[in-house]
């Protein structure tokens, strides 16, 4: 048991790292971006990935570095998580976290000037991060032996995140012969609200939220 709460000790120092280089990544360069037309950013109709495209971002290289350690910090911290917690899902959660950060890290890697690898590696990141929030949540809700390390109500949490993944892989399933032209904003007129963007978005505000509140229930 103290080896499991001493997981969990981990998990939840790990997210508060993880979502702070994770927002640094984003604000900075957010802050001085112009793109194509030195239109400022706008989390109503441009990626996320935007703010690390070399050439058009003035700060990618800040973005793509953050993107790298988030990703190593999420292999860290669902590993963590799915050792401190009993039963199947929480080590299938931790399978599919490990799928998760690699897909984050390979954002980094493979900025979004190069995008068929790097819409390969963000498609990564979303079915993967989909199937590790589901894993996590079953493993809360119905642990094994009734083995409650972490209220139920937490489990419900991840409903969130869970629409938030569906439905952007919804979007993306409906342009699924060219996923890689869908996350391309090169030679296109760019829309006052893109539902591909806003849905991203909401991505990422949700497994935010998602990693903050199971942190704060095991801290």
Not at 12 to 24: A, K, N, R
Not at 96 to 118: C, E, Y
Not at 153 to 176: C, D, E, K, S
């Amino acid at each position: 048991m103290a080896d499991r709460f001493s997981n969990l000790s981990v998990f939840s120092t790990t997210v508060f790292f993880l979502v702070f280089i994770c927002l640094l990544g984003i604000l900075l360069p957010m802050a001085v971006y112009r793109g194509r037309d030195e239109e400022r950013y706008s989390v109503l109709n441009h990626f996320i990935s935007e703010l690390g495209e070399r050439g058009v971002s003035r700060w990618a290289w800040i973005f793509n570095l953050c993107m790298i350690i988030s990703g190593l910090g999420v292999v860290f911290a669902t590993i963590s998580l799915g050792l401190g917690l009993p039963g199947f899902w929480a080590k299938l959660g931790s399978l599919f976290g490990v799928v998760t950060g690699l897909g984050l890290m390979m954002v980094g890697v493979f900025p979004m000037d190069n995008i068929k690898p790097h819409a390969t590696a963000a498609v990564t990141f979303f079915r993967g991060g989909l199937l590790m929030v589901l894993a996590f949540s079953l493993a809360i809700l119905f642990p094994a032996n009734d083995e409650f390390i972490i209220s139920r109500i937490y489990g419900l949490v991840g409903l969130v995140p869970i629409v938030a993944f569906t439905t952007f892989l919804i979007l993306l399933w409906g342009v699924r012969d060219s996923v890689d032209h869908a996350l391309s904003v090169e030679g296109i007129q760019r829309p006052r609200i893109s539902k591909f963007a806003v849905s991203e978005w909401a991505v990422f505000f949700s497994i935010i939220l998602w990693v903050l509140v199971l942190s704060l229930a095991v801290g």
